[in-house]
């Protein structure tokens, strides 16, 4: 083979490679004509009215461009497509399960799929009458498959919405298993009452619909209960979905979606479909109702007490320090609001009895060392010399006052006391006072 040939040859194949092959249906809009262009209803008890009367009765239908064409009783409105366009227009019958569309102007399966690749089947759908309240007067559409497999959602029946919600777009995805599939529309529904409702905009497109994911949670009864459950749940997307749930280290993987036996905490749940697909992942957060609350951290100086405190759980319980705290004693330490005076920064753990609705916490009492303020120490003075006042801000920036008052007639020791609330030590100092020596004797 010449090489120009061979690239020729490759080329093709690219070209041909790089098809998405979609499957088109036939006038599934309505609008290039009624029964037998492009699809076909032959169920047993429908009628087709061309031209419509107004005045239908039950297994009645038309493609016309609004349902009071049909019967003078049904809601006016346009179609889905254009809204001035023509739709098929159904007045229920009463046979169980009988044919209402197929997806071929003979009946026949559509042609043209590939084996193994995904497609989407979508229609649109309204109810046309007011006497469509609720399901037993809201159309039951079920869709057939045939040579399709992981039909996503897997219920293919899809009750009419009601008139207030018009038109709504129902969707399908699958995986054609054959070049050709069948797909045909039903309803079961079998009441004369209601039961109206109109159909447009029949498609067949390649892929998926676009994967979510929603989830449902329930909260575990106590904080130390392995009884919280969290439900992820998917839509879009090609069957079956892989779920995991992830919280700290550990990454469970199931394809139902469903986690139970979960403690409170923080978890991340994710979705990918079979095609690979994935989602943003949602955090879930599982609380305790009656979860138990400790004070806050707290800052206290060297030697100064403060409380511990614990809400929420109930009697007995154990605080213990770490390191050990002298004044966490056996007589304390069962109380629900202790004194302690710890000298060191320390972390102090609650811990109510196994079994109870509650669980450990853990707070710090961070210890701030008292500073010891420093001076520049006073040179000696003669007795009668004048003493300068001390200062009342220290070296290192402590306040405070110092006592006694001066004395310029005998050595005195002075103590400064730090400002209230400044976590500081006193400090001294002493000003040496030399007497004067006598005068000298002639
Ligand atoms: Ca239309
Ligand atoms: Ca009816």
């Given at each position: 083979?010449?090489?120009?040939?061979?690239?020729?040859?490759?080329?093709?194949?690219?070209?041909?490679?790089?098809?998405?092959?979609?499957?088109?249906?036939?006038?599934?809009?309505?609008?290039?004509?009624?029964n037998?262009?492009?699809?076909?209803?032959?169920?047993?008890?429908?009628?087709?009215?061309?031209?419509?009367?107004?005045?239908?009765?039950?297994?009645?239908?038309?493609?016309?461009?609004?349902?009071?064409?049909?019967?003078?009783n049904?809601?006016?409105?346009?179609?889905?497509?254009?809204?001035?366009?023509?739709?098929?227009?159904?007045?229920?019958?009463?046979?169980?399960?009988?044919?209402?569309?197929?997806?071929?102007?003979?009946?026949?399966?559509?042609?043209?799929?590939?084996?193994?690749?995904?497609?989407?089947?979508?229609?649109w759908i309204?109810?046309?009458?007011?006497?469509?309240?609720?399901?037993?007067?809201?159309?039951?559409?079920?869709?057939?498959?045939?040579?399709?497999?992981?039909?996503?959602?897997?219920?293919?029946?899809?009750?009419?919405?009601?008139?207030?919600?018009?038109?709504?777009?129902?969707?399908?995805?699958?995986?054609?298993?054959?070049?050709?599939?069948?797909?045909?529309?039903?309803?079961?529904?079998?009441?004369?009452?209601?039961?109206?409702?109109?159909?447009d905009?029949?498609?067949?497109?390649?892929?998926?619909?676009?994967?979510?994911?929603?989830?449902?949670?329930?909260?575990?009864?106590?904080?130390?209960?392995?009884?919280?459950?969290?439900?992820?749940?998917?839509?879009?997307?090609?069957?079956p979905?892989?779920?995991?749930?992830?919280?700290?280290t550990?990454?469970?993987?199931?394809?139902?979606?469903?986690?139970?036996?979960?403690?409170?905490?923080?978890?991340?749940?994710?979705?990918?479909?079979?095609?690979?697909?994935?989602?943003?992942?949602?955090?879930?957060?599982?609380?305790?109702?009656?979860?138990?609350?400790?004070?806050?951290?707290?800052?206290?100086?060297?030697?100064?007490?403060?409380?511990?405190?614990?809400?929420?759980?109930?009697?007995?319980?154990?605080?213990?320090?770490?390191?050990?705290?002298?004044?966490?004693?056996?007589?304390?330490?069962?109380?629900?609001?202790?004194?302690?005076?710890?000298?060191?920064?320390?972390?102090y753990?609650?811990t109510?009895?196994?079994?109870l609705?509650?669980?450990?916490a853990?707070?710090?009492?961070?210890?701030?060392?008292?500073?010891?303020?420093?001076?520049?120490?006073?040179?000696?003075?003669?007795?009668?010399a004048?003493?300068?006042?001390?200062?009342?801000?220290?070296?290192?920036?402590?306040?405070?006052?110092?006592?006694?008052?001066?004395?310029n007639?005998?050595?005195t020791?002075?103590?400064?006391?730090?400002?209230?609330?400044?976590?500081?030590?006193?400090a001294?100092?002493t000003?040496?006072?030399?007497?004067?020596?006598?005068?000298?004797?002639a």
């Amino acid at each position: 083979m010449k090489n120009s040939t061979f690239y020729f040859l490759l080329l093709i194949l690219i070209s041909f490679s790089n098809i998405v092959l979609g499957q088109t249906l036939t006038n599934g809009n309505f609008e290039s004509g009624g029964n037998g262009i492009g699809f076909l209803i032959n169920g047993i008890g429908y009628t087709q009215i061309n031209p419509p009367t107004g005045s239908s009765s039950t297994g009645n239908y038309a493609i016309t461009t609004n349902p009071q064409l049909l019967n003078s009783n049904f809601i006016s409105g346009g179609d889905h497509t254009t809204g001035s366009g023509k739709m098929l227009v159904v007045d229920g019958n009463t046979t169980p399960g009988s044919r209402l569309w197929s997806c071929t102007s003979t009946g026949g399966a559509l042609t043209g799929f590939t084996a193994g690749s995904i497609y989407t089947f979508s229609y649109w759908i309204k109810s046309v009458s007011n006497d469509v309240t609720n399901n037993a007067t809201q159309a039951n559409i079920n869709v057939f498959f045939v040579n399709a497999s992981n039909v996503n959602p897997v219920s293919t029946n899809n009750y009419a919405p009601l008139p207030s919600l018009g038109w709504v777009r129902v969707s399908y995805t699958f995986t054609a298993t054959s070049n050709n599939a069948l797909i045909e529309i039903r309803n079961n529904n079998t009441s004369i009452l209601g039961n109206d409702f109109a159909l447009d905009d029949f498609a067949i497109t390649p892929g998926a619909l676009q994967l979510t994911l929603t989830r449902t949670s329930t909260n575990p009864s106590c904080p130390t209960s392995l009884d919280g459950a969290i439900t992820g749940v998917g839509a879009g997307g090609v069957l079956p979905y892989t779920f995991s749930l992830a919280t700290g280290t550990s990454t469970i993987v199931n394809f139902s979606g469903v986690f139970s036996n979960l403690i409170a905490g923080t978890y991340t749940l994710s979705i990918q479909d079979a095609a690979g697909a994935v989602v943003a992942p949602i955090l879930v957060v599982l609380n305790s109702s009656n979860d138990i609350t400790v004070n806050a951290p707290a800052t206290i100086c060297a030697g100064s007490p403060t409380n511990l405190s614990v809400t929420g759980s109930a009697d007995p319980y154990l605080w213990t320090a770490n390191p050990p705290d002298l004044s966490l004693t056996t007589a304390n330490n069962t109380s629900a609001s202790p004194t302690v005076r710890p000298t060191t920064t320390t972390t102090y753990t609650f811990t109510p009895t196994a079994g109870l609705c509650a669980n450990t916490a853990t707070m710090n009492i961070t210890v701030n060392p008292k500073t010891t303020p420093t001076f520049t120490q006073v040179a000696a003075v003669c007795s009668g010399a004048t003493i300068a006042a001390l200062p009342t801000t220290s070296n290192n920036s402590i306040t405070g006052t110092w006592s006694p008052t001066i004395n310029n007639t005998a050595t005195t020791t002075y103590t400064f006391t730090p400002t209230a609330g400044l976590c500081a030590n006193t400090a001294t100092m002493t000003i040496t006072v030399n007497p004067i020596a006598a005068a000298p004797t002639a």
